[in-house]
């Protein structure tokens, strides 16, 4: 495994998407949030999915170049058709308007359906907060990324179903929770697959309904399935943010027998409030400042050197691969060749991915 400069890595991903007919904007927007999420760690939703997007639109599965459709548009609320174009340039749009919007009129609500694989929700959530604005985002898929089984169940019924929350605060700094209710995000798998990893146990189900952990009979006929965290718990929550995120946008709940099962597709729904017209920048920070300092400053735990506020670990994660260059493995080194190669890329080979080398 090698490491990457990430500089390098956004123009190789970009040219990538502009090869295969992407324009300049959406090529970049593309290729920069893929890298983004390998720079804070998300290696699951990184550069591994360049491929995959490649092939979704080959397969017509996505659609290059699209335009936001506004559906509703009102002083606090927004609907978007995203047409089934890319979901990074789509949500980067829709956002721009529905942070706007809570800025000048309080709150927003957003409602998103339609869209490509809008990549790591996080990101989203990063977005609105560098804009000073609080954001609940809650987002499914329409039937093609049922991937998870119910509490007690034993085989796939339900998207895996993110929520993201994001809290502004001063010098363009943030706290995101960003998690999947599902107990591990499938590209996370994907990544075990690639490196020859085992995970850990009581994350997945064969395709039998057993407990494993080895990815590749995750993969294997008949499929397998990810348990939800926390039980009923997590069960319980993915089952509500398929209604909030599917239904309420009109983009369909997860099920097998929605028009657009065939593909990727994301459905969002989120809420966007300027904090400042709730409360005084200053209570709101000072009252952050002092939850932050109660909870760390809590006994640690045996063999714990800090307690890690969400987002924490991103942020750590992404200052080490900043210096020392994004870890690849071999396997999504050779599908970044291969791919580039399909879409008409010239001399991409290993001595070329040499050339991107921290």
């Known amino acids: 495994m090698n490491n990457y400069n990430p500089k390098k890595l956004e123009k190789f991903v970009a040219d990538i998407f502009l090869h295969s007919g992407s324009n300049e904007r959406e090529s970049k927007i593309v290729g920069d949030h893929l890298v983004d999420s390998n720079l804070v760690g998300h290696d699951s939703h990184g550069v591994i999915r360049v491929s995959k997007y490649i092939e979704w639109l080959n397969q017509d599965k996505i659609k290059l170049n699209q335009s936001i459709n506004i559906l509703k548009e009102e002083d606090h609320f927004l609907h978007i058709d995203g047409n089934f174009g890319y979901?990074?340039?789509?949500?980067?749009?829709?956002?721009?308007?529905?942070?706007?919007?809570?800025?000048?009129?309080?709150?927003?609500i957003l409602a998103m359906k339609n869209l490509g694989h809008i990549g790591r929700v996080g990101a989203w959530s990063e977005l609105a907060a560098t804009n000073d604005c609080v954001s609940i985002m809650f987002v499914n898929t329409s039937g093609f990324g049922i991937l998870m089984a119910p509490h007690g169940g034993t085989d796939r019924r339900l998207?895996?179903?993110?929520?993201?929350?994001?809290?502004?605060?001063?010098?363009?700094?943030?706290?995101?929770?960003?998690?999947?209710?599902?107990?591990?995000?499938e590209g996370k798998i994907q990544v075990a697959?690639?490196?020859?990893?085992?995970?850990?146990?009581?994350?997945?189900?064969?395709?039998?309904?057993?407990?494993?952990?080895d990815p590749e009979v995750f993969y294997s006929?008949?499929?397998?399935?990810?348990?939800?965290?926390g039980g009923h718990k997590g069960f319980g929550l993915a089952f509500m943010i398929d209604i909030l995120s599917g239904t309420l946008t009109g983009g369909n709940s997860s099920h097998p027998d929605n028009p657009n099962s065939h593909a990727v597709i994301n459905n969002t729904f989120a809420i966007i409030i300027d904090t400042k017209k709730t409360v005084s920048d200053s209570y709101f920070q000072k009252d952050i400042n002092r939850l932050i300092n109660w909870?760390?400053?809590?006994?640690?735990?045996?063999?714990?050197?800090?307690?890690?506020?969400?987002?924490?670990?991103?942020?750590?994660?992404?200052?080490?691969?900043?210096?020392?260059?994004?870890?690849?493995?071999?396997?999504?080194?050779?599908?970044?060749?291969?791919?580039a190669n399909f879409v008409g890329m010239k001399n991409v080979d290993e001595n070329f991915m040499k050339g991107l080398l921290a």
């Open 87 to 108: 979901g990074q340039p789509i949500a980067k749009y829709s956002l721009d308007i529905a942070i706007k919007k809570a800025k000048e009129k309080g709150h927003c």
């Open 159 to 185: 998207s895996a179903n993110p929520i993201a929350i994001g809290i502004p605060m001063k010098n363009s700094d943030y706290l995101v929770l960003d998690m999947a209710t599902s107990v591990v995000a």
């Open 193 to 213: 697959k690639n490196t020859k990893k085992k995970l850990a146990d009581g994350l997945i189900l064969d395709g039998y309904g057993n407990p494993t952990n």
């Open 221 to 229: 006929k008949p499929v397998g399935s990810i348990l939800p965290f």
């Open 295 to 339: 909870v760390k400053a809590s006994p640690k735990a045996k063999g714990v050197e800090e307690i890690l506020l969400p987002g924490e670990v991103e942020k750590n994660i992404k200052k080490q691969r900043l210096s020392k260059g994004i870890p690849l493995d071999d396997q999504t080194i050779k599908d970044l060749i291969d791919t």
